[in-house]
């Protein structure tokens, strides 16, 4: 069976800091991967997708990147830190074969930036 | 361009009781329709999903949802909820050969009073 697990689970960091936040999936081949930003009290914010690897398309412009070095593995990441990436950010996959299927979510980390 | 509306941003209820949650979406073309929930700090996870077929889904936890064409809507119901549905429910939509990407309703919280 498919597994996603992402790390850290929660993370405390001062404003301008670097950030790395990872997720690799389990049990599947050639997904289309996906960062989501939940902010407190709103909804899903999609950041980046990717069908590949190398493969990345962003959403929104801002401070974050993401990059896909191996087809199981999905980074975000930053060189410095705003308040306004405080968030619950969530990684998702879906079956990259398929026009309509499901995603799947990680467990999600918490990031808090002081 | 596809849109989702939920239209309850808190949805209050007591244990037993039935409840239904709304979903309304915009679409020019043919959809697939999707129901998710989330636990507090969790990721998110699929309750039902309407492809074809039936209108009338059921899902997990005792969830159903029923797609209405015309009304362009997906309401979520179950007859009897528990303490244990308190979450946020979101709706998702993604039309049918466009884009894989599914479009996410800013969610509506389930708080299930004893």
């Known amino acids: 069976s498919q597994t996603i697990h992402q790390w850290p689970a929660t993370l405390v960091q001062p404003v301008g800091s670097p950030l790395s936040l990872e997720c690799t999936v389990e049990?599947?081949?050639?997904?289309?991967l996906y960062w989501y930003r939940q902010a407190a009290g709103r909804g899903l914010q999609l950041l980046f997708y990717s069908v590949g690897i190398g493969q990345i398309s962003s959403e929104v412009p801002q401070n974050l990147s993401a990059s896909r070095p191996q087809d199981r593995q999905f980074i975000l990441s930053s060189k410095k830190l705003l308040l306004s990436d405080s968030g619950f950010y969530l990684c998702?996959?879906?079956?990259?074969?398929?026009?309509?299927?499901?995603?799947?979510f990680g467990p999600g980390t918490r990031l808090t930036v002081l | 361009a596809q849109s989702v509306t939920q239209l309850d941003s808190q949805v209050p209820v007591f244990e037993e009781a039935p409840v239904e949650l709304r979903c309304n979406y915009s679409?020019?073309?043919?959809?697939?329709l999707f129901w998710y929930v989330q636990y507090p700090n969790q990721g998110l996870q699929l309750l039902l999903k309407?492809?074809?077929?039936?209108?009338l889904v059921k899902g997990i936890n005792g969830f159903e949802a029923e797609f209405n064409k015309s009304q362009t809507s997906f309401h979520l119901r179950k007859p009897s909820v528990h303490i244990s549905d308190t979450a946020e429910y979101f709706c998702a939509v993604i039309n049918s050969g466009g884009s894989y990407i599914p479009t996410f309703g800013r969610g509506t919280s389930l708080i299930v009073h004893p």
């Open positions: 998702a996959w879906s079956d990259g074969t398929g026009t309509y299927n499901e995603q799947f």
């Open positions: 309407y492809l074809s077929g039936s209108t």
């Open positions: 679409s020019s073309v043919s959809v697939y």
């Open positions: 049990g599947t081949s050639n997904p289309n």
